[in-house]
Nanobody, 116 residues
Framework: QVQLVESGGGLVQPGGSLRLSCAAS????????MGWYRQAPGKQREWVGS???????ATADSIKGRFTISRDNGKNTVTLSMNNLKPEDTAVYYC??????????WGQGTQVTVSS
């Protein structure tokens, strides 16, 4: 049974930082591309960034320079480090595991709220 469990969300003031983690089980983690997505209230889910099984990363323009993605294949985790957070970063953040020709797997999400 595949499980992706996000953690690390919470309430933070504008300009603050948070680090989200996603722990995977039930898959050979090193073979999967991992992505972070977010969904704000009343909006569609949007892609935040990804890190491939080859460790190559890509991030959305809206968060470039503020968020970084990393992975630890030994711990089956992917991390989203978020700095200089803005109110518009408020959303539920989800991680996704994907591999060509296979279904994607999603976590349950973790809430990030940026507010003073």
């Amino acid at each position: 049974q595949v499980q992706l469990v996000e953690s690390g969300g919470g309430l933070v003031q504008p300009g603050g930082s948070l680090r989200l983690s996603c722990a995977a089980s039930g898959i050979i983690f090193s073979l999967y591309d991992m992505g972070w997505y977010r969904q704000a209230p009343g909006k569609q889910r949007e892609w935040v960034g990804s890190i491939g099984s080859n460790y190559l990363t890509a991030t959305a323009d809206s968060i470039k320079g503020r968020f970084t993605i990393s992975r630890d294949n030994g711990k089956n985790t992917v991390t989203l480090s978020m700095n200089n957070l803005k109110p518009e970063d408020t959303a539920v953040y989800y991680c996704k595991a994907g591999r060509r020709h296979e279904n994607d797997y999603w976590g349950q999400g973790t809430q990030v709220t940026v507010s003073s």
